[in-house]
């Protein structure tokens, strides 16, 4: 029987996504994100590229047409072939700001930016036709397609800021909007009955467009009507059935175990969401062996820091140390893959990697002095010697197609303007997945210090997280209810812990990598949880590197800084290369690192791993200090090992 025919029986996930903005963020994260909002690209980039976010209306009176042929963004590169992707960029610049702005705006409840998202939102719903189509394409060429378009990924974008902003507004003419967006674009392709990847000479906003089922999924979970998750599972399917440039994910190449991942990154990881949500809406075992393979296959492309590749195409590489980067897009797809795992298998090791993944390589690629104007890495590599454009400092460039993406920026204009927007939304997605709402009550699965409000057996419940996580492994829950009631609260126990104390009499259940305190919660209750962990060290290939709970240490190298282009004052491009020639320092056959205080305002300074490693151009130890990945910017990360003899 067709997908579009089939009576859905959707799975059991293990868990449920809370609505967006019951969880609020305190400590460094509300720090950080402050200042990124107030100060910093989150909430300026419409003032640093007016051209592409304020004077190009997409979605409205500047819509695409027939007629139009390309757009000049500022990109360097010129090669015709994908050039015709430009006309849809702005879409995902747009969209995706959108979407970063508002969610940290109504996370800390800041009035001004809030007031700036509702009008932009407003806007926005005012482009809608009458028909209820929210999108870029004019009447002549929307759903009318031969070749590269950004229709199903223009929507995708936006509808997925618009549904952040109805969960924490409760603004129901959102939610109505959204669905006749929907119901716009499932009849114009009807499941079954159109092939809207079917096209010739396709390049990324096709692909993109799987993600559509990013807002299916979602709507799924909000109204629980089956025609969004079965719509997705076809969606998924129709993929899978048609040639495109993006297909790591389809299911043919994934159940070839000699196929490996080569396209694009970004597409890679954020179409595992897509494969995830179409294996839990049918009882497929296909569907689950190719959910296996797709992540048996991500493994091989994790650098030690987490970080995906994605420079820009993974084709069929290892990860490596030095050599392969990972793009700030891919690092905030994939950590929402992680969570979507997470969400719907339960498997607490899924939290692990999410937390490695931000902590180390995405705060790895932010700025470490001042990421509010200085930005971030649009790509970069784990053990970093030099962000001056290319790879490496002397390689060749191809004047059509310079290597520009290795440098620190607000806005990376001279590439593509996808990187910032998306190192805007990670921190809000981080946060939305903090705590997880179980048939039994609630879990926290991402630690953080964070504020949690919501409603257990209509009890108003409000969980106070706070700690220094992770710089201190210690986490204290205190617990208000607007009277006593019964559920189960959840911690995960990382996988890098030791041990684990918790300061509570009642009894605590271990299981399934979670502890589970069942009791009646009143106010003034409090659980602390705190993890011991030991200097650990990892081998990567024929190198080593070195960890401390879920934080990756670094030996930082000196640079000296260049500046680049300015975009308004304080807000410019930033280029570094060593101050003096480095010689890689290797690891002794016994190396004994402690764990160490810095007096520093940032807490990424505050910490630091004290040891010996060994200098082979003097041949001695020498004492280091390393770093949290997130205080770096020029680093060694892995370490091979030290041939010295007795001197170990």
Known sequence: MPTHEKKIQPRPQSYHFLRFGEIKPAGWMR??????????????????????????????????????????????????RWEVQFLWWNSETQSNWLDGMARTAMLLEQPDFIEKARLRVRHLLDTQDDDGYLGIYAPDLRFNFTGENGEL??????????????EATDDTHVLIAVRRALDVTMNAYPAGRSHPFAVKDDFAGVGHGLVFADVLDRLFQLTGEEKYLRYALW??????????????????????????????????YEHLRALITAAYAADDPQLDDALIAALTKLETCLTPSGGPIGDEFIAGRHADA??????????????????????????????????????????GAR????????????????????????????????????????????VHQDVAVCCVPNAGRILPYYIKSMWLRSDRGLAAILYGACDLRTRINDVDVHITETTDYPFDLEIKFSVETSEPTEFTLGFRRPKWATSVHVN?????VERSGFIHIQKVWKTGDIVTVRFETDVKVHQFKDESFISYG??????????????????????????????????????????????????????????????KLFDPAIQQMKAVQLLPLGATLLRQVTF??????DAS
């Not at 990924?153 to 109805?166: F, I, N, P, V």
Request: proline share 7%; net charge negative.
């Open 31 to 80: 720090t950080q994100m402050s200042h990124e909002l107030e100060h910093g690209f989150v909430g300026h980039l419409d003032e640093l590229v007016p051209e592409l976010i304020r004077r190009d209306d997409i979605y409205g009176a500047n819509r695409l047409t027939k007629v139009d042929r390309t757009k000049d963004l500022g990109v360097i590169a010129k090669e015709t």
């Open 235 to 268: 969606l998924y399917e129709e993929y899978s059935a048609q040639p495109l440039s993006q297909d790591d994910i389809q299911i043919t190449n994934l159940l070839d175990p000699q196929v490996r991942f080569r396209s694009h990154g970004v597409h890679t």
């Open 550 to 611: 879920p934080l990756l240490f670094a030996l930082p190298m000196e640079s000296e800084s260049t500046p680049g282009r300015e975009y308004a004052p304080g807000f410019q491009d930033s280029y570094y290369s060593l101050t003096d020639p480095y010689v890689a320092l290797c690891l002794p056959e016994r190396p004994a690192f402690i764990r160490g205080q810095i007096a520093s305002d940032s807490p990424w300074m505050s910490i630091a791993l004290e040891g």
């Open 504 to 508: 509570v009499a009642e009894r605590v």
């Open 153 to 166: 990924w223009a929507q995708a974008s936006l509808l997925r800021a618009l549904l952040g902003w109805y």
């Open 367 to 410: 700025h470490p002095v001042d990421s509010a104007k200085q930005g971030i890495a649009y790509l970069k590599t784990d053990n970093s010697s030099s962000m001056t454009g290319p790879l490496h400092p002397n390689d060749p460039q191809d004047e059509r197609n310079p290597q520009m993406r290795y440098k620190y920026s607000p």
């Open 640 to 645: 091979k090992k030290a041939h010295i003899g």
């Open 322 to 363: 030095s050599d392969t980067g990972y793009e700030y897009c891919s690092i905030h797809e994939l950590l929402d893959s992680y969570t979507h795992l997470l969400q719907k298998t339960g498997g607490a090791h899924w939290a692990d990697d999410a937390e490695w993944l931000l902590f180390n390589a995405g705060q």
